[in-house]
Nanobody, 115 residues
Framework: QVQLVESGGGLVQAGGSLRLSCAAS????????RSWYRQAPGKQRELVAS???????NYADSVKGRFTISRDYAKNTVYLQMNSLKPEDTAVYYC?????????WGQGTLVTVSS
């Protein structure tokens, strides 16, 4: 089984930056891809960005050019660098990994962007 621990959320002013981290432990060799999702109040959870084991990345249109997903193989950690944040980026951000046994979610970290 894989366990995920997220960190890095908080309160930031519009135009600011935050970096989220998601450290994986356990059976990390079963991980196929890593993603960040977010869920704003009253809205459905949506994919923000993903990265495959081969390094291929994918972004939601709303964050392209502002957010960057990356991973540190040695630390088994995936990051989400968020720049030029907007109030509409306010949400709980969840780390997700796709494994051979299914999907695993982190506990979520709140990002609040003030105007």
């Amino acid at each position: 089984q894989v366990q995920l621990v997220e960190s890095g959320g908080g309160l930031v002013q519009a135009g600011g930056s935050l970096r989220l981290s998601c450290a994986a432990s356990g059976n990390i060799f079963s991980i196929n891809s890593r993603s960040w999702y977010r869920q704003a109040p009253g809205k459905q959870r949506e994919l923000v960005a993903s990265i495959t084991n081969g390094g291929k990345t994918n972004y939601a249109d709303s964050v392209k050019g502002r957010f960057t997903i990356s991973r540190d193989y040695a630390k088994n950690t995936v990051y989400l660098q968020m720049n030029s944040l907007k109030p509409e980026d306010t949400a709980v951000y969840y780390c997700n990994v796709d494994t051979v046994r299914g999907s695993v979610w982190g506990q979520g970290t709140l990002v609040t962007v003030s105007s």
